[in-house]
């Protein structure tokens, strides 16, 4: 019988094995994919993805590739997080290029970390491609500079998923002056959120905006006061995913907006 030598054994394992690309799709607009994410999408063999990739992204995946939908909008987890990292396994296992497709980037309350730890676990190849995330990108698309220095030294993301009807967050760490807070995932608290903010010391007059599907032709950004907002956003009727964004930053947003952005 013939034998392989180590070295080629070796090579024959590592490429006859798939690959898992855990890839940021960004918020929305197809032109804030990296050229990385764009080249994996166009060459996957299986694409995994969630209810947070675009559509535009969307008509750049490979024609040919097997698409597989993972679902995660509120309420409605197409795939259990357990059985979709056994499926990434398997289809790695069967040798396929697997692009795992995210909204945003992949380590910002993506969930990506938990399915990489999966899949180093078992030991299968994966690189992550980020992407930008939802923050950095509806910022720039609504005209609110998070960092201008004029307003604020730090910024901080967080979630305002609730948990039990409220969110479990570090409210004295969150309401301070001269601070930008990002909150995704807050839409349905968004009262509550208010009105810990203000209990825990900002004035009812700070600066506080919503946008809707930023980076997308239907963002729409409302602003107004940590008082106001709640009853704005109602008013509005504004469709997922949407992002807050609490600072004095928010006031630059009216002089800054370059959008033409939807009417409702
Ligand atoms: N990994 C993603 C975030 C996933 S959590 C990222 O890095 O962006 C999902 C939340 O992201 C949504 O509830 C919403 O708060 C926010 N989000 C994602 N895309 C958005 C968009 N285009 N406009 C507004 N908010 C968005």
């Given amino acids: 019988m013939m ?51 675009s559509a535009p992204v969307m008509a750049l995946v490979n024609p040919k590739a097997e698409r597989i939908y993972a679902g995660k909008e509120r309420g409605n987890h197409a795939l259990p997080q357990t059985q979709l990292n056994d499926l990434l396994v398997s289809l790695a296992n069967q040798g396929k290029c697997v692009v795992r497709l995210k909204g945003g980037d992949p380590y910002t309350f993506g ?10 676990a078992s030991h299968v190849r994966f690189e992550v491609i980020p992407g930008i995330t939802a923050a ?47 909150i995704y995932m807050g839409l349905h608290g968004l009262a509550h959120l208010c009105e810990q903010l203000i209990a825990h010391g900002l004035p009812h007059s700070w600066p506080a905006a919503i946008v809707q599907q930023g980076t997308q032709p239907t963002q729409r950004t409302v602003t107004g006061t ?14 997922a995913p949407t992002l807050i964004i609490v600072g ?15 009417a409702d």
């Fill in 111 to 120: 969930r990506g970390g938990e399915e990489v730890q999966t899949l180093r």
């Fill in 136 to 182: 950095t990108g509806v910022a720039a698309y609504a005209g609110i500079p998070l960092t201008h220095r004029d307003y604020a030294q730090a910024c901080i993301f967080v979630t305002g998923h609730l948990k039990d009807g409220t969110m479990n967050l570090d409210w004295p760490g969150l309401a301070r002056r001269r601070q930008t807070v990002v």
């Fill in 248 to 262: 004095e930053v928010v006031l630059l947003h009216e002089q800054l907006q370059w959008i033409v952005e939807a």
């Fill in 3 to 53: 034998t392989i030598p180590h070295e080629i054994e070796t090579r024959i394992a590592t490429t006859a094995t798939g690959c898992v690309y855990l890839v940021g799709a960004g918020p929305g607009d197809p032109e804030l994919l990296t050229l990385k994410a764009a080249r994996l999408i166009a060459q996957a063999d299986v694409l995994v993805y969630d209810h947070l990739v």
């Fill in 226 to 239: 940590l008082a106001s907002l709640p009853e704005l956003a109602t008013a509005a009727r504004l469709r």
